[in-house]
Structure formats: structure tokens, C-alpha cells
């Protein structure tokens, strides 16, 4: 294989499309779909002591309108995705509220008419009687325990889980410092700006269901929707069309709706839609990173770690169908590119009355990266020491790869990194972010961090040479803007020796590639290539063997190049690659496009069957990839910023990433994973805020009031890239999708602490906070710098 | 109304939104909605030449006026518009979804500033949201855009 197109700044081959205006979104496709909406409750924990449909029924348009006792899952309890034996009180909701609700926006009601106009009027009809229960916001809330979120949960307490590695009680007590943090992180929302979108049609005649979501894992949908209703998987086909933005909360599956479409679909006769508004995104929508973290670490003179004990509370959401997954990666995540000889954790994930958690970009990272990070900040400040070098004595050093952590991570296996050079990009980016600008109220902060990419357990391909020439490549995972079809052709370019522009790539649509798990957790670049590489390459082998015959020679003496399969060294014995794919499949009957060629007086007689036993028609090949392991990226985030002392506006006035995800396939897309990333990141440090009151009410359901930056808000990021190519995976990539955002609350958190002087031990901030902890700062945490 | 230089009759139902109407009704799907309240800027389009939400105004409204979606700015097959070729000549879109927002709202940008400044530029795609690119590469194509524009 040559790599002509891996690592080449190629322009993205989906752009003309989407810039047209003629991309392909879920909402896009009409059919004469019916239209629905919800009637979602208003109260965060409520028992439903009646609901009353009649006037809606009623309502000329309207088609159906469901409650739980009117679906035959209705009072099922949706699955648990990845159940765990510390998940001891899972509990999930059901598709239609009947007796309690656990959160303000939970659907009740689910209405279908002929518009989304009419739907939402029949919906406002709808007379639901609750009787309002007490409210649990906040884990800490929900640790108290004062009130329960199930009534048989007792503690608020979904799971707990306690690792250790070494001896913390004795070292902790052995070492010469020793310093305590309570280190908060609020709640985030993913907010793609697609939010999410059903459509379904139900074929009597065919028997077969088509759905539209816009999901990160049609695979998995179409698995669900044939169990649910009772179909072979080959009568459900999902598909994942244009997705306008994922960024975790995609990959939650069941939402209501999307059984409650399908079902409509099937009992209607007529295609039916849903379109998540806004408002829903934000009360309906999964959320994640609300964490609260006691932390007590013992430390040396030097400032190195001896022993760290984390004991922290998740806010897992009023129910767990996504399991513990969440606080099980920040367990694995909090000592970073550091060694922590001695390490326990111990995390208790609590119900409270709000949306469900399921990861959103960078998922439990964020949050441990802050408060491994923080709790450095703190040891260079309790030692005067310089913060950098107190990062630089802790780092894994770059002969201690493979380095085992000592904890889970959440493929079930051990933590272990695998490759790596962190020294090197804390030094690059201190290289790159040079002197400190003149001036007052001005910080500096600094942040290294790794990310366990690629989990498996598998990705599947198929790649196929048609007798044009071209080439189609199929995956089973969606794309949400990472320019998969970029990305995959320049794989599946390099195998066969022909142009980016000959391949056309599709995915996330299980009528042409059934398999997967989907996109999520940085890992399509890594499972989806490899699995794209190691087809094409059987392709490339099928087509080697197939022209050898053809020209008489070895298939080892022959490459893909230019279109053709040619002798190494004489190009000009070559095949084209089209007419190999017409040589693959023995015919009796031509049908155009040079195909007459493989018919049996045409072609040259081969000894034997036409179709020896063992080989399969066609010039394709479907293609797996599995890892052992995760593969770990890392990098190093470093900014100066200003806090204005009047307002507490924050100017971020230099931001520099260095950034490692093994060999790049396209430096291009990656720059923009991480430019995007960072963006989400300063969002979630210093603009949103999920504002929750006490009655479970998030007061900022908009973008009015829940500030997602602008352009005005994001400063330019200078990047550069260092390559160390994990060992696991055969090309040697490691995920990139979300180490933008992970370490961007530690770096912002640690210059403002500078800037201002004061401790920072939450996340996130803004103006009005910054002013608050200056008017009255925090008592026995961190200690402000000097 | 006219849309992309075709004319239209108005809905009949006189609460459709503009968004819906254009989407729904046209089949003019480039348009995207993705707040209903005017913030994110999906659905910029043009009316008599300026930018507006199409989320925010009833259809009936845009009676008698130009409408141009993105639809309208490079016809099937034809070269694309110098915004929408600078958009991908700066990798100016991940998923796609805001996209056409911006493209609208560049070309007025464009159409009042044809060589702005960089806090123009900050300014003039400060009513459109993106969480895919984090606007490095947007910025980048809005002046790349005033540069093929100024050929």
C-alpha cells in the first residue's frame, strides 16, 4: 500500500452537498409523513394522578393519541445499554409516563396528526393531573438523601464502585504533605444544532420497516426495533442520514420516540415524523458531567504524588439506561498522563430529578482531567513551586510504555496506555505559547491530558470495486460531520491504487452495511479505518490474484496504481481495475459497461469451474476490526487569558493545543475536531450553564438564555501535532473527536485563578461567578496563588 | 412571494412559519431549523437581499417580497457561489446543519462589506451558531469568500 492519500490535507468530498442546501437530514424527509409531538410533564417528580386525552382526540387533524395503557411496551421498562454488577438498583423509564415522573420534560403523551401544528394543538388540550412529589437537584442533594428519587432505591444510590491500586491509607498517612479538595463540576448540554429526529414508514406489502434517526447508532436501533416488535432483523432497516451534529447524546437509545414513531408508523398505515424542538433538547435530551469530588492527595517535597484518594458522587439523572459507564471513565481518567502510584477511587452514582446522563463529548474526561489537574495547581501552590514543573516531575515518562494504570476502563479491560510522549507535548506547548503578555489580571494555565480512543468491541467495512471502476464503501457507524466519507476514500484510495474522487463512501444505513456499534467515543477513525483498510485490502488481494491470470504473472509482482493492477517496475502491463471487476464475476450475460468481457466466449477459458470452489463473485470484500485494547491519545492545552477586574469578562489572549492521535488521516478534519472541541470546551468552562432550580426546573431551556458561544467568544487556537502511533491498531491512528474539549475547564480554570487570585475549584464559571468568589472567596480549599 | 425567483402563492394556513413554509411546503429543505427562536441561525435566508429568520417571520409576511435560499445561490450543476466555494476550500463545515445560515448571512455580510475587516467578519456571523468548528475555519472562508467575490 502506498500512502498517497493518508495524511494529505484532502478537501472534504461530502461538502458540495450540504453547501447546496441539498443535504439529507431526518426533519428533510416528508413522504406525507404524519407529524407528532409530546406532552412532556412540567414537573420534575410528580405521581400522575390522571390524564384525560378526550378533547384532543377529538380534535379535527389529530390521528392518535397514545398513552402508556394504549402500547403494547407501555409498561415495559426501556433496556439498560450496558448493565454492570455494580449497577445493583438500575432503573429506567418506560416509553410514556403512567404513574410517576422523575423529570420535568419526561413524555406522558405522544400525539399524532396530520401537522406538527395541529399535533402541538391537540397536545395543549391534553389535561394531565399531577400531584407534585419532593425534588432531589444536585448529587449532593441526592447523597443527603432526605427525599428519594425511586422509592426503592435507598440512598438515591444506582451503584457504587471502589478501585484501589497500591496502599493509599499508608501512604497517605507516610507523606510529608498532604492537601484536601472539593472540586465541583455542573452539568453540560451537547446541543448539536440538529436536534434529534425520527421517521418512520411501515410497509405492509414488503413487511418492512424503514426508520430515519438521527442517530449515532442505527445498528443498534435496528437491533431494538426488531426485538420490540417482534421482526426479523432483515424486515427492519435504519438509517442514519445526514446527522446535524451528534456529541454523545445521540448514542442514548431508547428515547420514547423512538419506538413510539415506529409504532405509530406500523399502526397508522402512513409515515410518521418527530422533530425535537429546542426547548425539548434541553428538558428531554440526555445530559452529562455533574460530579462532585472530595479529593485527598499526599505529596512530597518535590511535589511529586504519592498517593491520591478521590471520593466522588455522579449525577447519574432521574433513571441509568446508559449503566455506570459515565463515572467509571472519570475514574479511569483522573490520573492522566501522571503517576500515581498510590490511587483509590471510590464514586457513588446518585439519582436526582433530571434528565438521565449519557456521555457528551469527552464523557467523565472533562471533569477527571479538572480535578487531577486542579489538584496539582494546588500542590505547586502549597509548595510554591513552579505548576509546570510540578507536571513535568509527575509525568509517565516516555520509556514506561506500556503503562498500566491499575483500574477498569470501560471496555471491561484494564487501563493501560499503550504509546506515548507527554513531556514532549508539555514542552511543545509551553514552546508554543511563549512570554507572557504585558499587563494586569493576566494567567496562565496549562493542562496536559490523555483519552482512551477507539474502543471496540468491533467495526465492519465492505468495499467493492464496480465494473466502472469506481469504488463503493459501506460502514455500518453514521457520520455527524467528522467527514467519514473523506477520511474512509483516502483509506480505501491508498489499498487500491485509484483517486479519493473514485470512492464513494456511505454509512449509517444498515441496508447496505448491517454491523457495528456506532460513533462515539472517538473511535470511528480508528475502528471504521482499520476495518475500511483491512477490506480494501482484500480487495486489493482479489484483485492481484484475479489480473495475475490475466497477465500471466506473479501476484506478488504486481501493484494497485493509477486505476490498474500493473507488474511492479513495467506499468505498462497493467489491467485496469475496471476490468478486473468485470473479470470477477463470470457471466453468461452481458449488460453493458464493458461486461461482455466475462462472458464465456469472450473471456479466456479457465481450466476448471469458472468460479473455483471457494472464491465469490464480484470484485468486494467485507472486512472487520477489533482491538485488544483502547488506543491512548494525549495532548497538552496551554492559555494566557485576562480577567477584566470590573466586569469579570474573560479574554482568552492566547490558546495553544498540542495534540497526539497517532498517525493523522487528514490534519485538516483533525484541526477541526480539535478547533470545534475547544470551542465546546470554553462554552461549557465559561458560558453554559444548565441553570436547575431546587424545584427541578432548568430556568435557560433556550439559546436565549443558555449562552453557547459565537464567534465572538471563540479566539483563534494554534495547533500542532505530534504523532506517536499506537501499536494497536495497523494503522496506527488514535481517536481525535473529543480531546478538544477535555482538558479546557482545567486551562481556563487555573488562569483565572491566577488572573484574579482566587481559588477555582468549579466548573463552570462566568462573569457573575467569578464576582462572587472575589467578594467572598471559599474558606480552607485551594489556596489562591501568590 | 417569490423564492429563488419563482412565484409562489402564500400558505393558506396564515400562522405557517416562513421556516415551515419554505421546508414543508417548497420542499426547499437547504433551510434548517434548529432553535425556533431566532438565536442559532439556521434558517437564515435572504429577504429583498438582507439576512432574516425564517423561524421568526409568518409566511403571509413575505408576501410580496424576494426570498433567496441557499438553494437559490448556485443552480444544480452550476459552479458553486464564491461563499459556498470558500466554505469548502476552508473546511468551513463538519456536520452541516448551520451551514446554510452562515452561507446566507456571509453573503450579506459580503453584500455590505465587500472587504471586511476582521471584526466585521466577527460581527457579521455573530448571529449564527456552530458547535462543529468552533469558527476558526468559517472566519477563515468568510474572507477567502471576499477574496473569490473581489476576482
Same mark, same amino acid.
Given at each position: 500500500?502506498?500512502?498517497?492519500w493518508?495524511g494529505?490535507?484532502?478537501?472534504?468530498v461530502?461538502?458540495?452537498r450540504?453547501?447546496?442546501?441539498?443535504?439529507h437530514?431526518?426533519?428533510?424527509?416528508?413522504?406525507?409523513?404524519l407529524?407528532?409531538?409530546?406532552?412532556?410533564s412540567?414537573?420534575?417528580?410528580?405521581?400522575?394522578?390522571s390524564?384525560?386525552?378526550?378533547?384532543?382526540?377529538?380534535?379535527?387533524?389529530?390521528?392518535?393519541?397514545y398513552?402508556?395503557d394504549?402500547?403494547p411496551?407501555?409498561?415495559?421498562?426501556l433496556p439498560?445499554l450496558?448493565?454492570?454488577?455494580?449497577?445493583?438498583?438500575g432503573r429506567t423509564?418506560?416509553c410514556?409516563?403512567?404513574e410517576?415522573?422523575?423529570?420535568?420534560?419526561?413524555?406522558?403523551?405522544?400525539?399524532?396528526?396530520?401537522?406538527?401544528?395541529?399535533?402541538?394543538d391537540?397536545?395543549?388540550?391534553v389535561?394531565?393531573?399531577?400531584?407534585?412529589?419532593p425534588?432531589?437537584?444536585?448529587?449532593?442533594v441526592?447523597a443527603a438523601?432526605?427525599?428519594?428519587v425511586?422509592?426503592?432505591?435507598?440512598g438515591?444510590v444506582?451503584?457504587e464502585?471502589?478501585?484501589?491500586v497500591?496502599?493509599?491509607?499508608?501512604?497517605?498517612?507516610?507523606a510529608t504533605?498532604?492537601k484536601?479538595?472539593r472540586?465541583?463540576?455542573?452539568?453540560?448540554a451537547?446541543?448539536?444544532?440538529?436536534g434529534r429526529a425520527?421517521?418512520?414508514r411501515?410497509?405492509?406489502?414488503?413487511?418492512?420497516?424503514?426508520?430515519?434517526?438521527?442517530?449515532?447508532?442505527?445498528?443498534?436501533?435496528r437491533?431494538g426495533?426488531a426485538?420490540?416488535f417482534g421482526?426479523p432483523e432483515?424486515?427492519?432497516e435504519?438509517i442514519?442520514p445526514?446527522?446535524?451534529g451528534?456529541?454523545?447524546?445521540k448514542?442514548?437509545?431508547?428515547?420514547p420516540?423512538e419506538?413510539?414513531?415506529p409504532?405509530a408508523?406500523m399502526?397508522?398505515g402512513?409515515?410518521?415524523?418527530?422533530t425535537?424542538?429546542r426547548q425539548?433538547?434541553?428538558?428531554?435530551?440526555?445530559?452529562?458531567?455533574?460530579?462532585?469530588?472530595e479529593?485527598?492527595?499526599?505529596?512530597d517535597?518535590?511535589g511529586?504524588v504519592?498517593a491520591l484518594?478521590?471520593d466522588?458522587i455522579?449525577d447519574?439523572?432521574a433513571?441509568?439506561?446508559y449503566?455506570?459507564?459515565?463515572?467509571?471513565?472519570s475514574?479511569?481518567q483522573v490520573p492522566?498522563?501522571?503517576?500515581?502510584?498510590?490511587y483509590?477511587?471510590?464514586f457513588r452514582?446518585?439519582y436526582?430529578?433530571?434528565?438521565?446522563?449519557?456521555?457528551?463529548?469527552?464523557?467523565?474526561?472533562?471533569?477527571?482531567?479538572?480535578?487531577?489537574e486542579?489538584?496539582l495547581?494546588?500542590?505547586?501552590?502549597?509548595l510554591g513551586?513552579d505548576?509546570?514543573?510540578?507536571r513535568?516531575?509527575?509525568?509517565i515518562?516516555?520509556n514506561?510504555?506500556?503503562?498500566?494504570?491499575g483500574?477498569?476502563?470501560?471496555?471491561?479491560?484494564?487501563?493501560?496506555?499503550?504509546s506515548?510522549?507527554y513531556?514532549?507535548?508539555?514542552?511543545r506547548?509551553?514552546?508554543?505559547?511563549?512570554?507572557r503578555?504585558?499587563?494586569?489580571h493576566i494567567g496562565m494555565?496549562l493542562s496536559?491530558y490523555?483519552e482512551g480512543?477507539?474502543?471496540?468491541?468491533?467495526?465492519g467495512?465492505?468495499?467493492?470495486v464496480?465494473?466502472?471502476?469506481k469504488?463503493?464503501?459501506?460502514?455500518?457507524?453514521?457520520?455527524?460531520?467528522?467527514?467519514?466519507?473523506?477520511?474512509?476514500a483516502?483509506?480505501?484510495?491508498?489499498?487500491?491504487?485509484?483517486?479519493v474522487?473514485?470512492?464513494?463512501v456511505s454509512?449509517?444505513d444498515?441496508?447496505?452495511?448491517k454491523?457495528g456499534?456506532g460513533?462515539?467515543a472517538?473511535?470511528?477513525?480508528?475502528?471504521?479505518?482499520n476495518a475500511m483498510?483491512?477490506a480494501?485490502?482484500m480487495?486489493?488481494?482479489k484483485?492481484?490474484?484475479?489480473a495475475?491470470e490475466?497477465?500471466e504473472?506473479?501476484p506478488a509482482?504486481l501493484?494497485l496504481?493509477?486505476?490498474?493492477?500493473?507488474?511492479?517496475?513495467?506499468?505498462d502491463?497493467g489491467?485496469?481495475?475496471a476490468?478486473v471487476?468485470?473479470?470477477s464475476?463470470?457471466?453468461?450475460?452481458?449488460?453493458?459497461?464493458?461486461t461482455?468481457?466475462a462472458t464465456q466466449?469472450?473471456?479466456?477459458?479457465r481450466?476448471?469451474?469458472?468460479?473455483?470452489?471457494?472464491?465469490q463473485?464480484?470484485?468486494?470484500?467485507?472486512?472487520?476490526?477489533?482491538p485488544?485494547?483502547?488506543?491512548?491519545?494525549?495532548?497538552?492545552h496551554?492559555a494566557?487569558v485576562r480577567v477584566?477586574?470590573?466586569?469579570?469578562?474573560?479574554?482568552?489572549l492566547?490558546?495553544?493545543?498540542?495534540h497526539?492521535c497517532?498517525r493523522?488521516?487528514?490534519?485538516?478534519v483533525?484541526?477541526?475536531?480539535?478547533?470545534?472541541?475547544?470551542?465546546?470546551?470554553i462554552?461549557?468552562a465559561?458560558?453554559?450553564?444548565?441553570a436547575?432550580?431546587?424545584?427541578?426546573q432548568?430556568?435557560n431551556a433556550?439559546?436565549?438564555?443558555?449562552?453557547?458561544p459565537?464567534?465572538?467568544?471563540?479566539?483563534?487556537?494554534?495547533?500542532?501535532h505530534?504523532?506517536?502511533?499506537?501499536?494497536?491498531?495497523?494503522?496506527?491512528?488514535?481517536?481525535a473527536?473529543?480531546?478538544?474539549v477535555i482538558p479546557?475547564g482545567a486551562?481556563l480554570?487555573a488562569?483565572?485563578?491566577?488572573?484574579?487570585?482566587?481559588?477555582i475549584?468549579e466548573?463552570p464559571?462566568?462573569?457573575?461567578?467569578?464576582?462572587?468568589l472575589?467578594?467572598s472567596?471559599?474558606r480552607?480549599?485551594?489556596?489562591?496563588?501568590? | 412571494?417569490?423564492v429563488?425567483?419563482t412565484?409562489?402563492p402564500a400558505?393558506?394556513?396564515p400562522r405557517?412559519?416562513?421556516?415551515? %413554509?419554505?421546508?414543508?411546503d !417548497?420542499?426547499?429543505t437547504?433551510?434548517h431549523? +434548529?432553535?425556533?427562536?431566532? &438565536?442559532? /441561525?439556521?434558517?437564515?435566508?435572504?429577504?429583498?437581499?438582507a439576512?432574516?429568520?425564517?423561524?421568526l417571520?409568518l409566511?403571509v409576511q413575505?408576501?410580496?417580497?424576494?426570498?433567496t435560499?441557499?438553494?437559490?445561490?448556485?443552480?444544480?450543476?452550476?459552479?458553486?457561489?464564491?461563499?459556498?466555494?470558500?466554505? %469548502?476550500?476552508c473546511h468551513? !463545515?463538519?456536520?452541516g446543519?448551520c451551514?446554510? +445560515?452562515?452561507v446566507?448571512s &456571509?453573503v /450579506?455580510l459580503?453584500?455590505?462589506?465587500?472587504?471586511?475587516?476582521?471584526e466585521?467578519?466577527?460581527?457579521?456571523?455573530s448571529?449564527?451558531l456552530?458547535?462543529c468548528?468552533g469558527?476558526?475555519?468559517i472566519?477563515?472562508?468568510?474572507?477567502r469568500?471576499?477574496?473569490?467575490s473581489?476576482?
Amino acid at each position: 500500500m502506498t500512502t498517497r492519500w493518508f495524511g494529505a490535507r484532502v478537501q472534504r468530498v461530502e461538502d458540495d452537498r450540504l453547501l447546496r442546501g441539498r443535504g439529507h437530514f431526518t426533519d428533510d424527509i416528508d413522504e406525507g409523513a404524519l407529524e407528532s409531538c409530546m406532552v412532556r410533564s412540567p414537573y420534575a417528580h410528580a405521581r400522575i394522578t390522571s390524564i384525560d386525552v378526550s378533547a384532543a382526540r377529538a380534535l379535527p387533524g389529530v390521528k392518535a393519541v397514545y398513552v402508556a395503557d394504549d402500547l403494547p411496551f407501555g409498561h415495559t421498562d426501556l433496556p439498560i445499554l450496558i448493565p454492570h454488577p455494580n449497577l445493583t438498583h438500575g432503573r429506567t423509564q418506560r416509553c410514556l409516563a403512567s404513574e410517576v415522573v422523575r423529570y420535568a420534560g419526561e413524555a406522558v403523551v405522544f400525539v399524532v396528526a396530520e401537522s406538527r401544528y395541529i399535533a402541538e394543538d391537540a397536545a395543549d388540550l391534553v389535561q394531565v393531573e399531577y400531584e407534585s412529589l419532593p425534588v432531589v437537584i444536585t448529587p449532593e442533594v441526592a447523597a443527603a438523601a432526605d427525599h428519594l428519587v425511586h422509592d426503592d432505591v435507598p440512598g438515591n444510590v444506582a451503584a457504587e464502585m471502589l478501585q484501589e491500586v497500591g496502599d493509599v491509607k499508608s501512604a497517605l498517612a507516610a507523606a510529608t504533605h498532604r492537601k484536601r479538595l472539593r472540586l465541583r463540576f455542573e452539568r453540560g448540554a451537547a446541543c448539536p444544532m440538529e436536534g434529534r429526529a425520527v421517521w418512520a414508514r411501515w410497509s405492509e406489502t414488503e413487511h418492512r420497516l424503514t426508520v430515519y434517526d438521527s442517530t449515532q447508532s442505527p445498528t443498534s436501533i435496528r437491533g431494538g426495533l426488531a426485538v420490540l416488535f417482534g421482526l426479523p432483523e432483515s424486515d427492519v432497516e435504519v438509517i442514519a442520514p445526514d446527522v446535524g451534529g451528534g456529541f454523545g447524546p445521540k448514542i442514548m437509545l431508547f428515547y420514547p420516540d423512538e419506538l413510539l414513531v415506529p409504532f405509530a408508523a406500523m399502526q397508522l398505515g402512513r409515515p410518521v415524523k418527530w422533530t425535537e424542538d429546542r426547548q425539548e433538547h434541553f428538558t428531554a435530551t440526555n445530559q452529562e458531567r455533574g460530579q462532585v469530588h472530595e479529593v485527598d492527595v499526599g505529596f512530597d517535597d518535590d511535589g511529586r504524588v504519592l498517593a491520591l484518594d478521590d471520593d466522588f458522587i455522579h449525577d447519574g439523572g432521574a433513571y441509568t439506561p446508559y449503566g455506570i459507564i459515565l463515572p467509571i471513565i472519570s475514574a479511569a481518567q483522573v490520573p492522566g498522563p501522571y503517576r500515581v502510584p498510590n490511587y483509590r477511587v471510590r464514586f457513588r452514582d446518585m439519582y436526582t430529578n433530571a434528565i438521565p446522563t449519557s456521555p457528551y463529548r469527552g464523557a467523565g474526561r472533562p471533569h477527571a482531567c479538572f480535578v487531577m489537574e486542579r489538584t496539582l495547581d494546588a500542590i505547586a501552590a502549597e509548595l510554591g513551586l513552579d505548576r509546570v514543573e510540578v507536571r513535568r516531575r509527575n509525568l509517565i515518562a516516555t520509556n514506561q510504555f506500556p503503562y498500566e494504570v491499575g483500574v477498569v476502563w470501560q471496555d471491561g479491560n484494564q487501563v493501560i496506555y499503550d504509546s506515548g510522549n507527554y513531556p514532549a507535548l508539555v514542552e511543545r506547548a509551553l514552546e508554543m505559547l511563549g512570554p507572557r503578555p504585558e499587563g494586569d489580571h493576566i494567567g496562565m494555565g496549562l493542562s496536559p491530558y490523555v483519552e482512551g480512543t477507539g474502543v471496540g468491541p468491533y467495526e465492519g467495512a465492505h468495499v467493492q470495486v464496480l465494473v466502472s471502476g469506481k469504488v463503493v464503501a459501506f460502514t455500518g457507524i453514521p457520520n455527524q460531520g467528522q467527514a467519514h466519507a473523506t477520511v474512509w476514500a483516502q483509506i480505501v484510495a491508498d489499498q487500491l491504487g485509484v483517486e479519493v474522487s473514485d470512492v464513494e463512501v456511505s454509512s449509517g444505513d444498515t441496508r447496505r452495511f448491517k454491523w457495528g456499534v456506532g460513533t462515539f467515543a472517538s473511535r470511528s477513525a480508528i475502528m471504521a479505518g482499520n476495518a475500511m483498510a483491512v477490506a480494501a485490502g482484500m480487495v486489493a488481494e482479489k484483485a492481484k490474484h484475479i489480473a495475475a491470470e490475466h497477465l500471466e504473472a506473479d501476484p506478488a509482482d504486481l501493484e494497485l496504481a493509477g486505476g490498474s493492477v500493473r507488474v511492479k517496475g513495467s506499468p505498462d502491463r497493467g489491467i485496469p481495475l475496471a476490468a478486473v471487476a468485470v473479470l470477477s464475476n463470470p457471466m453468461r450475460y452481458a449488460f453493458g459497461g464493458g461486461t461482455e468481457a466475462a462472458t464465456q466466449f469472450a473471456a479466456k477459458p479457465r481450466p476448471g469451474s469458472p468460479l473455483p470452489e471457494g472464491e465469490q463473485p464480484g470484485l468486494e470484500a467485507t472486512g472487520y476490526f477489533s482491538p485488544v485494547g483502547s488506543a491512548w491519545a494525549a495532548g497538552c492545552h496551554a492559555a494566557y487569558v485576562r480577567v477584566d477586574p470590573k466586569t469579570y469578562r474573560l479574554e482568552i489572549l492566547k490558546y495553544v493545543v498540542v495534540h497526539d492521535c497517532g498517525r493523522l488521516i487528514n490534519p485538516l478534519v483533525v484541526e477541526g475536531q480539535i478547533e470545534g472541541g475547544v470551542a465546546q470546551g470554553i462554552g461549557g468552562a465559561f458560558y453554559e450553564r444548565l441553570a436547575y432550580d431546587s424545584d427541578g426546573q432548568l430556568r435557560n431551556a433556550s439559546f436565549m438564555e443558555f449562552l453557547m458561544p459565537y464567534a465572538t467568544e471563540i479566539p483563534k487556537i494554534e495547533i500542532d501535532h505530534i504523532e506517536t502511533p499506537s501499536p494497536l491498531n495497523p494503522l496506527g491512528i488514535k481517536g481525535a473527536g473529543e480531546a478538544g474539549v477535555i482538558p479546557v475547564g482545567a486551562v481556563l480554570a487555573a488562569a483565572i485563578e491566577e488572573a484574579l487570585g482566587v481559588a477555582i475549584t468549579e466548573m463552570p464559571l462566568s462573569p457573575l461567578k467569578l464576582y462572587e468568589l472575589f467578594t467572598s472567596p471559599p474558606r480552607g480549599e485551594v489556596a489562591p496563588l501568590a | 412571494m417569490r423564492v429563488n425567483g419563482t412565484v409562489h402563492p402564500a400558505p393558506a394556513d396564515p400562522r405557517r412559519l416562513l421556516s415551515d %413554509h419554505l421546508r414543508h411546503d !417548497l420542499g426547499l429543505t437547504g433551510t434548517h431549523v +434548529g432553535c425556533e427562536h431566532g &438565536v442559532c /441561525g439556521c434558517c437564515t435566508i435572504l429577504l429583498d437581499g438582507a439576512p432574516v429568520r425564517s423561524c421568526l417571520m409568518l409566511a403571509v409576511q413575505a408576501e410580496g417580497h424576494e426570498v433567496t435560499t441557499i438553494e437559490g445561490l448556485a443552480a444544480a450543476g452550476a459552479p458553486l457561489h464564491p461563499v459556498q466555494q470558500a466554505f %469548502h476550500e476552508c473546511h468551513g !463545515l463538519q456536520c452541516g446543519f448551520c451551514t446554510p +445560515g452562515f452561507v446566507m448571512s &456571509v453573503v /450579506g455580510l459580503l453584500g455590505q462589506h465587500p472587504n471586511p475587516t476582521t471584526e466585521q467578519v466577527d460581527e457579521g456571523i455573530s448571529g449564527n451558531l456552530c458547535r462543529c468548528t468552533g469558527y476558526a475555519s468559517i472566519r477563515r472562508a468568510v474572507h477567502r469568500a471576499a477574496e473569490l467575490s473581489n476576482k
